[in-house]
């Protein structure tokens, strides 16, 4: 018989022990923790076993009773006095727990400590209330109470700083620690009771509180509100404060304070757009071939979009898909359209949201998933929908963009003992499954390699191949340190096969730099340089604009133009025109769309300290899933309240540190700095870049805004200096326009294509006209004659 303590979390039981287990071979003893989860509140059925890894040797263990145990637990495994119930724990789990420690015989379990609040240590007029309840008690009792308090306390303060909390964002810890909540540690997320609820009712999974553990967002199962940690905070203060019955308390109340949002209200607008669509059920089956013809839906059924109310606008060949809170509240429309080349084949669906809150959920939420705990998460709404219509035990979901995995979600992932991260077998594929395989626990993902031969689910369906077979194909992420080259094969041949996603993101702008630096890859640091004002800033927002248009997930820190100016000037060549008080009208239109570009600023300016500022650059990459970060520029960072020598040792520190973090977080990294103060008459050199030769040796390219000093008007033009990617050099000529700040050229070429356009299409009018002349005359003399 053993010791079992359990409470109930999202629907379902979980159990923590912890286990003594025996080696077989070697004659030592482990601690180790494993949750149970099972449906009801016996031990018995048990659906997994996930086993929170061996925390040293012991040499035995001691049975102990849980500290602060809640004596009114609903799962049922406590008896009506308080005290534990034991559970036999049949044979054949205890097999399975052994095959799992890795032929382990285990000799002892123990209850895993677990803390509950407390109301006294939150609020003392509670402890008064409780006090005055059992005032008929003996003084000899009360004192023996007071003294379990004691204990109890000095063992939870003893628990704070245990194994669960490591890794924990500092404020998540302090926050834990000021309240003293019962907290288990979950993949992305502690779980937490609500202040509030804990007061009211027994703490369980109802009233559970989600608190990522990197960034300290949360999410409340009860009131479905979610923002960050402050938030939280300011919340139980006022809480704390507040006089009178707890109960009557209202969360997040005072919406001006507090800066959540909620997920329970049904949005009128997102209905609004999707019933500019029409019903699935309404078209005939050969009219919805057509239609999926046109989006590139070809083999989903009718039936498969139908499920999820998805609607189609026939005169926009749009298809309007609803966006639902993980609870099935209706919060956005999300529109997908067909894009076509030059030559009017299908080049892929452009994207839009009715409001924008569907981009921090998911595509794909399902009644009928509830229950189970194997996840597959696509990329596009597409790959999920083939999925839901061939797979019945896993539940499926999409991305709301390729690009980004919404931290307001991972609270509703948690659930999941296994997620397979299914975005197919190219290089760009891999880099998003590296990145959010971290995001979501790398423990409990399974991926497909670049070349596993596992395109997306909707190609293994058009091509007639097994779903199941490719599923079964997908291995799981965390391997040790140690990897040899058959491991690296597939990956290493996806490289040579895949060339041009290797090269990166390219400009559409800037298009010459498709042929010297072949695009933007992940994980390398630029180093750009230029002499003061000669326009790197202007040239920066636009090469990184041009990039952010296509996807990519950009932060600015711009410590020496201040954020409006910034956004201003990327505003005005993102409009590719002067936008002044004359059109003030039009600027509510280029706003809205640049809005809904995934750019991002750092609020520094001036002088910052450079842990600070990786730091916010580290939680940009986990929220924003940032691909390129621009630090516009190094000096400014760094400040000037230092001698020379100091200069260069505190640079070389930040470059390395600058290095690290892009290697580190995948991400592309461009550093600005100003180059040392020259002839002002040469053009610069790779060596002309202020401080030691490190930050050109740490660089994978270096590039430079060069004025010419041999062409009349001092020509600009950017110079390649250094590329590791494939060594090619080369210069890319600019040509600035004072009205809509491009260096590219960019609005002048639309124009001139679009003048092209029309005179192509007059002549072509004319040719036709004429020929049309031509035989009508033909058939008047024939007529005559
Ligand atoms: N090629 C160009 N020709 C003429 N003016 C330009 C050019 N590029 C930018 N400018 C203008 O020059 C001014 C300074 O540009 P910007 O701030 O981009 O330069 P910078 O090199 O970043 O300056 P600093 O050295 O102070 O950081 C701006 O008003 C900008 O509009």
Redesign the pocket.
Known sequence: MMNISSFVLSRLVYTDLRLIVQHTKVKHYSTLSVRICHKNSAVRNPLVYACRGLSGISDGGNEQNVPGKDTQDQSGDTTNDGSEKSYEIEENVKEDIAKATKSSKITKILPEKTVLPDESDINPQTTKTKRSRTSNKSTTETKEGGKKEKQVRKKRESIIDNEDLSGLDTNVKNLLETYKLRRIAGHTCVIINCLKCSVIMKPVVSDAIYVNKTTGYFSCFTCKKHGPLTSLQENFETLIKTKGAKKNFVCFNDKDTYNVYDWSIHNEQAEEALRKGEQMKKFKIEEFKQIAEILGFENIQKSTLEKQNITYDKERHALLIPYLSPDGVLIDCKCLTPYFDEDGEFNGLSYSFTNGSGQSSLFGWRKEDEEKKQLILTKTEKDALVLQQTTSDYAVLSLPRESNLPQEVLPYLEKFESVILWFGDDIHSWEYTIKFARKLGENRCLVFRPGDECSTPHEILKSNLSISHTLSKAKPMKNDHLTSFEDLRSEVKAQIAQQELVAGVQWRRFAQFNNVLKGLRPGELTVMS????????????EYSLDLCMQGVNTLWGSF??NNTRLAK?MLIQYAKKKLSPENLNEFDQFADEFQKLPMHFMTFFGQNEIKKVIDTMAHAVYIHDTQHIIV??LQFMMGSDMDVTDKFSKQNLVYAAFRRFASEHNVHLTL?I?PRKENEDTELTTSSIFGSAKATQEADNVIL?QTSKTKRGGK?YIEVTKNRFDGELGNIS?K?D?ED?T?SNAGKKEKKSLERKISDEKTEYEDFTDEYEDEEEEKQKEFIM
């Open positions: 230029g002499r003061t004002g000669s326009g790197k800033t202007t040239f920066m927002s020496e133009v000037t516009d520029n600005v100003h805004l600009k600019l600035f004072p700040l260096l």
